[in-house]
């Protein structure tokens, strides 16, 4: 039984050192990619103005676009899944299909700028989306319009940096869950393998 | 919107509060309070304590991000959580590379092992 003792804890040290080494490789991407991110806005800031890209742009109301899912497993651990909303467009699309016709033309030039939170939509079906985004939904808006009609390219590759942050922040969230939950175990089993020694003496 | 997931909150500096609501995380609406907080120069530590237990106290938030040096603020408050949600992760600032040796998660699990175990 010692020796399957050992086998076990042997395994929980090599599961645990694997997981602090994901980890590790996790923690190095996400934090070039907000450095990334900062340099991005502060290209977009020099050529925009000091005041154009900063808090003072915030919209007064705003509508979380990314959702987590958590979900406890048995264990303890907690695992976190990233989830953005792009499905709402998709229902929106199959609803107005009909109301459109006369207006697209008109609304042609406002597409963009009322686009949800989904750089993936095609222009052509745009015209639908719009017109039930902005009787229903007006607070759907991608946060990339708050800073004006036309940004500059630098900010749409900072809110891109930042969306992958957003996604990898949510796996490492999940791995640190498990490595405090792996560590438990481990010191769980130390004790136990510590204390029938000490019976034995 | 209820049983759609939670939200990521975030507290940091300016830039990182800007990169992150670009990113869609921000909620903010007459009715709740924001899932944000925008530390600058003369924000107090009492604030930023009450904002994250305020964040640890709601059932919606599932992450919540955190400049480290901000944490190294309130690392007292950060150590005493022990629930698994809502997470805490720590991400450096500008001015502030980040230093694995501070992070709570990583303290706690180097924390285990000593020399003993090994024998």
Wanted: aromatic letters at 6%; proline letters at 3%; a negative charge.
């Amino acid at each position: 039984m010692r020796v399957d003792q050992q086998l076990r804890l042997d395994e929980q040290l090599l599961l645990f050192m694997d997981q602090l080494e994901a980890l590790e490789e996790k923690r190095q991407r996400l934090n070039s990619l907000i450095e990334e991110g900062w340099f991005s806005i502060a290209k977009a800031r020099y050529s925009m103005g000091n005041k154009q890209v900063s808090a003072l742009q915030y919209a007064s109301e705003m509508e979380p676009l990314v959702y987590v899912e958590t979900s406890v497993l048995e264990g303890g651990t907690a695992e976190f899944k990233c989830e953005r909303k792009e499905n709402e467009t998709e229902e929106l699309k199959n609803n107005t299909i009909e109301d459109i016709g006369a207006k697209e033309t008109g609304l042609r030039k406002r597409i963009n700028t009322k686009q949800k939170g989904v750089k993936e939509e095609e222009q052509e079906t745009d015209p639908q989306v719009k017109t039930k985004a902005e009787s229903s939904t007006p607070e759907h808006r991608d946060p990339l319009k708050w800073f004006g009609i036309l940004v500059p390219q630098n900010l749409k590759q900072a809110q891109s940096s930042f969306k992958e942050v957003i996604t990898l922040s949510a796996e490492i969230a999940s791995l640190q869950s498990t490595i405090l939950a792996t560590r438990k175990e481990l010191q769980a089993q130390m004790k136990e393998k510590t204390q029938p020694e000490r019976k034995k003496e | 919107m209820p049983g759609r997931g939670k939200l990521i909150a975030v507290i940091g500096d300016e830039d990182t509060c800007t990169g992150f609501l670009l990113g869609g995380i921000g909620e903010l609406n007459k009715n709740r309070k924001p899932n944000f907080l925008v530390v600058e120069k003369d924000t107090s530590i009492a604030e930023i304590e009450e904002t994250f237990k305020s964040f640890l106290a709601r059932s919606d938030i599932g992450i919540i991000l955190i400049n480290q040096f901000i944490a190294e603020m309130i690392r007292h408050a950060i150590d005493a959580h022990m629930e698994s949600i809502p997470a805490v992760l720590e991400i450096p600032s500008k001015e502030h590379p980040y230093d694995a040796s501070k992070d709570s998660i990583l303290r706690r699990a180097k924390g285990m092992f000593s020399a003993e175990d090994f024998r």
